[in-house]
């Protein structure tokens, strides 16, 4: 099994680059691209593809062109770049000075497309949407031409030149590709190359009212930056032919080739933008970056390291058949990397109060604590022992059930790092019922580190702190965002949103130390998971705990 640290694993598309190299096909070049377009966040899903093309160009001496599609400007927003570029350095990925952008190509973008009317291979077409899509065909049936198919050549290119000086409005015409109405392939049936919108652009501002359609555009920027290998999903399979033919049609500087695998999906998970995006303007969560959304931003606020992340994509390796990979593959990339980093702390989740009768009252003793079990390197720190402590309340039960090995009356249980204690009673509210301390006594020659102290053998090993000598912090408890594994599949993902997928703790406690730990600052609180600092709503000296995950796969017990 794959480590944070071990080399990629290899798979058909790294097969491929390799065979290239080796038969001098791309002249011993490497360029491969992320195309993001500008209108949301990246998620995990986009993790995918990022570790593919940056980790092909990384282990094959190649490029990787970082490149925005921003060919639809009513829907981008320099927010979203903003974001993008932030989250492909902080997953460890450098384009070097390989930024670019679509819209950096509107200009040839445009030449080539006067050149095929030129050529007759594309017209200007003046049905509605609504005509064009009624005159489509289906899959079982040829298209029909469009009347407007066989206009000259210069009324073509008048059209096309007024279309772009703005004489037109939304809708009124569309260039087309000349390509095959009766082709099998739907994308061949004369697709549409460019629209008019009147909608200034975020890079371009008023310049353009008529912009390049994807398929078009995405041809023609690899073939103008020397893509070898254009890497995207499989949906884009039947595109590959249109693909083909722009870069075939066109007096382009190179002849790129597109590869498709299939894309992530997770269980549990809505992987569409436009969901995510809904989730967000409905305030089903915080933000894009609440920990709960499967974005990079959230997964990043939620505690994943960028490790974690590449080990992940590393173990789901890259494949041309489509599949549902299990959440918990993820969440276990993260124990993996976590488990390392991550030193150990204490805090008591729900704290209930624990008295030590027979303990002296005023007294202090720091037990020696390693800072993570398997790294003797890493030290000890000191925690103060007292009278009264706090443990979790999960930890005992007035009336156990079969196999419950911690505290319980009369029961004996050893208070982790210090001594053996055994529960003499406890204390109830009379109005709910809930317990609210609890009594013990300590056996003194039980202290843990000293001689004999494992002599006297008990089941249970629980945390504790003591309560004047711990603080109080807000902990955050995260469970999945849908109580469902397949809310894409559902008629209305609303429907399947978990209750229960957050739980704020206000009043936990904590080592005092750990009131100075910074935000994305990570720790293991032992038994209860692996946590970080958040990083939007913590203060200097005031830290709130996002559990990043728990210790053990808990789904798996529950289904
Ligand atoms: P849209 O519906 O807005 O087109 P998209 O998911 O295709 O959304 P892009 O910004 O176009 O988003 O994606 C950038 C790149 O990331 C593309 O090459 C795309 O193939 C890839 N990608 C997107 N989603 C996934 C996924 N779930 N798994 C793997 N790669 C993905
Ligand atoms: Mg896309």
């Not at 490497?30 to 092909?56: D, M, Q, V, W």
């Not at 997953?91 to 190509?105: E, I, M, T, V």
């Not at 695998?261 to 992987?271: C, E, K, P, S």
Request: hydrophobic share 35%.
């Amino acid at each position: 099994m794959s480590t944070p640290n071990s080399a990629p694993s290899t798979n058909f598309i790294r097969n491929i680059v390799s065979e290239d190299l080796a038969s001098g096909k791309t002249l011993g070049r490497i360029a491969t691209r992320f195309p993001p377009e500008p209108n949301g966040y990246l998620h995990i899903g986009h993790a995918k593809s990022i570790c593919l093309n940056f980790g092909i160009a990384r282990d094959f001496g190649g490029v990787c062109h970082m490149r925005f599609d921003d060919t639809n400007p009513t829907k981008e927003d320099t927010e979203y770049v903003d974001s993008i570029l932030d989250t492909v350095r902080w997953l460890g990925f450098d384009w070097g000075p390989h930024l670019y952008y679509a819209s950096d190509y509107f200009e040839r973008c445009y030449a080539y497309a006067e050149g095929l009317i030129e050529a007759g291979k594309a017209y200007v077409d003046s049905l509605s949407a609504d005509e064009i899509r009624s005159h489509r065909g289906s899959l079982t049936e040829p298209g029909k031409n469009s009347p407007w198919r066989d206009r000259s050549v210069a009324e073509n290119l008048d059209l096309f030149r007024r279309m772009r000086a703005g004489e037109f409005a939304d809708g009124q015409h569309v260039l087309r590709l000349k390509i095959d109405m009766a082709s099998p392939n739907l994308n061949l049936r004369d697709p549409a190359i460019y629209r008019i919108r009147h909608f200034p652009h975020w890079r371009t501002g008023n310049t353009w009212c008529i912009y390049p359609m994807y398929d078009y555009a995405h041809a023609l920027s690899d073939a103008e930056e020397h893509i070898t290998h254009s890497i995207c999903t499989l949906e884009f399979e039947d595109h590959r032919p249109l693909y083909d033919w722009v870069v075939e049609n066109t007096p382009v500087p190179s002849r790129p080739h597109q590869y498709e695998f299939a894309r992530l999906n997770l269980t549990y998970t809505l992987m569409s933008k436009r969901k995510l995006l809904e989730l967000v303007e409905e305030h089903h969560v915080s933000g894009w970056d609440d920990p709960r959304m499967p974005t990079l931003v959230g997964l990043r606020r939620r505690g994943y390291t960028p490790e974690s992340i590449r080990l992940f994509c590393d173990r789901i390796g890259v494949s041309k058949s489509d599949s549902l990979i299990d959440v918990s593959v993820l969440e276990d990339c993260l124990r993996t990397d976590l488990n390392e980093r991550a030193p150990r702390r204490v805090a008591v989740l729900d704290p209930v109060r624990l008295i030590i009768d027979n303990y002296p009252e005023g007294q202090v003793e720091l037990c020696e604590v390693p800072n993570h079990p398997q790294k003797p390197e890493w030290g000890k720190r000191t925690i103060p022992f007292s009278r009264e402590l706090v443990i979790e309340r999960e930890d005992f039960m007035a009336s156990p059930i079969k196999g419950f090995f911690r505290m319980v009356p009369g029961g004996e249980v050893r208070l982790r790092y210090a001594y053996v204690v055994k529960c003499t009673g406890f204390v109830t509210d009379p109005d709910s019922g809930v317990v609210t301390e609890i009594h013990c006594d300590y056996y003194p020659e039980t202290r843990s580190g000293t001689p004999g102290a494992d002599a006297h053998k008990v089941k249970g090993n629980i945390h504790w702190l003591a309560r004047d000598h711990s603080r109080e912090t807000e902990v955050r408890l995260y469970d999945r965002l849908f109580s469902d594994p397949n809310p894409a599949g559902a008629e209305d993902y609303r429907t399947l949103l978990n209750p229960d997928s957050i739980q704020a703790r206000p009043h936990c406690r904590v080592e005092s130390a750990l009131m100075e730990a910074l935000p994305g600052e990570c720790f293991q609180f032992e038994r209860n998971g692996y946590f970080v600092v958040d990083s939007r709503d913590a203060a200097p000296g005031r830290p709130v705990f996002n559990r990043a995950v728990t210790l053990r796969d808990v789904w798996a017990k529950r289904s």
